[in-house]
């Protein structure tokens, strides 16, 4: 990757929906370059998809907990299997396995504390070899990648 890769990514980030010509224009190539760039970058797994960033109460996801979970069955198959399980809830947001303890780190969202209470009791619970399982309920989220692309867009002037 050289610096126009990285200023295609960069802008990328900041505004996944511009078109290729305002692309283009942004990092100094003409569009039929800064195109077969951006393909070579998606082709090699670079740039890896592209979303859109939604307000979690209009989808009943504004309630997060993060979740410290440590398991049992410490094998790889174990591992493999409660992993698959665990991703598999569209509560969990995020989810990694982590070095030392706990076991994982999991972000879920859910309508409010009595729908995580529903997941956490007949869902995480009920994962197989689960250990010990601890909730935390964040005050703010101060930063993300997410929550500052939503504070810009929302913070536009009319018209824009």
């Known amino acids: 990757m050289d610096s126009i890769d990285r200023a295609i990514i960069d802008q990328l980030r900041r505004d996944c929906r511009q078109s290729n010509i305002q692309l283009a224009d942004a990092v100094g190539l003409t569009p039929s370059p800064c195109l077969r760039r951006v393909k070579r ?3 090699e797994g670079i740039i890896t998809g592209y979303h859109a960033a939604v307000a979690p109460a209009a989808i009943d996801r504004s309630f997060e907990v993060l979740v410290d979970i440590d398991v049992q069955d410490q094998t790889p198959a174990g ?3 409660f992993e698959a399980e665990l991703i598999a809830y569209d509560e969990v947001v995020e989810a990694r396995r982590m070095f030392g303890s706990p076991d994982f780190y999991v972000l879920t969202a859910t309508k409010d504390l009595a ?3 529903r ?3 007949t869902k995480l619970m009920a ?3 689960i250990g010990r ?3 935390r309920f ?3 989220t101060i930063k993300s990648d997410v929550t500052r692309l939503a504070e810009r867009t929302l913070n536009w002037p ?3």
């Open 41 to 43: 970058l998606e082709d």
């Open 79 to 81: 591992s493999k299997r």
């Open 115 to 117: 729908a995580y209470e």
């Open 119 to 121: 997941f956490l009791t």
């Open 127 to 129: 994962l197989p070899g």
């Open 133 to 135: 399982l601890q909730s």
């Open 138 to 140: 964040p005050m703010v």
């Open 158 to 160: 009319s018209g824009t």
